[in-house]
């Protein structure tokens, strides 16, 4: 019997509409709204990414790596020491760079690409 007093008194105690905060009412209200169409010159229009960068590709995906062109493999040896220039340097795909690696040993071992290349002309001092 003490329950349904005390639940009469709240009851009375309590404001007869339910209070709502104002945000919530306004997200209930604008979710229950109906949307005016969209007019035709109201469609986003899909544009591409002007600042993309390019994608980056193998300058010799195109292009046949063969043992015989000196002139093309000796641009991925290192003048002063000999050395097959890296990916990083070349930027070749991994299986160009591959290609052009085992041309340039090719090459080497049948001596149409030198092991070394000369050392520069000795710097002299002019007095």
Do not use: W
């Not at 329950?3 to 509409?17: E, H, I, N, V």
């Not at 290609?99 to 002309?121: D, G, N, T, W, Y």
């Amino acid at each position: 019997m003490f329950a349904l007093s005390f639940s009469r008194l709240l009851l009375q105690a309590l404001p007869k509409q339910p209070v709502t905060p104002r945000a919530t009412a306004q997200c209930i209200r604008s979710l229950t709204s109906q949307q005016e169409p969209l007019k035709k010159g109201d469609t986003p229009i899909k544009m591409e990414n002007t600042y993309k960068t390019p994608p980056k590709t193998c300058i010799l995906c195109n292009i046949t790596v063969d043992f015989k062109n000196v002139q093309l493999l000796s641009q991925f040896i290192s003048p002063h020491t000999g050395r097959i220039y890296g990916r990083h340097i070349t930027g070749l795909c991994g299986r160009k760079q591959k290609e052009v690696s085992k041309a340039i040993k090719k090459a080497r071992s049948m001596a149409s690409l030198p092991l070394f290349h000369s050392s520069p002309l000795p710097h002299t001092l002019s007095a």
